[in-house]
């Protein structure tokens, strides 16, 4: 008998006992329903990620760092750590104050003599102690040094490369709070960086005999040098910013560095970095990246790539995905049992029409086809159902989970793919197949004379 035709008949046995395949069905689609939105939200977490890491590192850039525990590695905190006055502090993962070796100006230019290196930038972020447009407004700020790797939607003005020195971008989240009406507004105005004081200002400051000195220190009298610059350019908010720089102001590198250079005089984070980036020349390439990785690495310090970063996030959605496909998975298993019962109740039912079609000339092999051809309908009808309800609820759910959680526009939770979905119902179909294997070989065993005469 052919196989199609074997098909088109198990199709109608199974439509003759609707209620029942369908209850089996829709066990396998609870599993397939799970299962359809863990792929989506781990596609839309990836995506997300990928996203993430396009807009704010290089690609070809390593982060380096004189301390692994900067890359969150705890130490041995069973043993006292020795004090390091060149250390910079930091809390561990276990809650407990760490020291982390900062990477120093001598440790730049040994880096800076390894073959592959194009280029050393400095991870600087300066806390000012506020900003202001009009001298009466006043907000907490931070600036930092602009990537040239960065490619923000600008919003009014214009971006130069190198930014002139006396030149800030302006994120549009500062708009309202500085006074502007608008991007355009904002163009050619001034803002003012006020530093907070320097070390050496209170060094200066002569403590008074009263207990009111702390307070004495936090007067709004007491501040450091202060800047002026001018807005070059204003910013779309990226919700794929790199969480924290949301409101960062951005200066060129020789001004940020600068700045930090008067915040850190006099204190031991002069001179030195947690960590700096550094680009690798050709490192497009993953090999050339790797070789210039390990060469770093041997000067003693250590390198991740944006690749080991990436990979890193990926790997624990990786096991929240996992966590969760176990519990679908489960389901599955569940409903396996179901296929099995349903089958079986299939046989027993129709052992009489199984003696006939074995006296009108059918095989053995082909009734046994026959049964697990309507196992893998049940197979296909619940995973077929499952998907579909889950990508049509993902499509509702997805606009109201991006405002939830701030994803931004074009940036969705659930993003199904039909090659993973198309995967999944045939996976199903097997799994359903082997479930019905136990009763179609019960029913291509069954002897057609004695299968006649079953009342």
Known sequence: ?????????????????????????????????????????????QQFIDRLIQDNFNPSELIVSSDDRTFGSDPDLTQPLEYDPSFGDATSGAGAAIQIKRVTNDDIERIEQVDQVANVRKNIAINLQ??????????????????????????????????????????????????????????????TFVLRPTAEQLRELTPPASENFQLETQREDITGP??????????????????????????????????????TEGTDRFGAYDFVYVEIMGGEDETTLRQAQDDIQELGYTAQSVQDTQDFLNQIIDVLQGIVVAFGAIAIIASIFGIINTMY?????????????????????????????????????????????AVLIGALLNPWITEQLGLGDNNYLLVFE??????????????????????????????PIEALRTE
């Open 418 to 447: 039909l090659t993973q979905i198309i995967m999944l119902i045939i996976i199903l179909i097997i799994v359903s197949i082997l479930a019905g294997w136990l009763p179609s070989r019960k029913a291509a065993k069954l002897d």
């Open 130 to 191: 506020y900003i202001t447009g009009d001298g009466e407004n006043k907000y907490i700020a931070t600036a930092a040094p602009f990537d040239e790797y960065r490619n923000p939607t600008v919003l009014a003005g214009a971006i130069d490369q190198p930014l002139d020195d006396n030149s800030v971008l302006l994120p549009e989240l500062w708009l309202d709070s500085l006074g502007f009406d608008s991007p355009a507004a904002a163009i050619g105005e001034e803002v």
């Open 345 to 389: 109740i299939s046989v027993l039912q129709r052992t009489r029409e199984i003696g006939l079609l074995k006296a009108l000339g059918m095989h053995s092999k082909d009734v046994g086809r026959l049964f697990r051809f309507e196992a893998a309908w049940i197979g296909f009808l619940g995973g077929i159902i499952g998907s579909i309800l």
């Open 226 to 263: 202060e800047f002026t610059y001018q807005v070059a350019a204003v910013l779309e908010s990226q919700n794929t910013a790199q969480p924290g720089t949301e409101l960062y102001l951005f200066i060129n590198d020789d001004e940020a560095d600068r700045l930090n250079d008067i915040t």
């Open 1 to 45: 008998m052919y196989v199609s035709d074997l098909i088109k008949r198990s199709g109608r046995s199974i439509r003759s006992a609707k209620v029942r395949t369908l209850l089996t069905a829709l066990a396998i689609a609870v599993g397939t329903f799970s299962l359809t939105l863990t792929l989506g939200a781990s596609n839309g977490a």
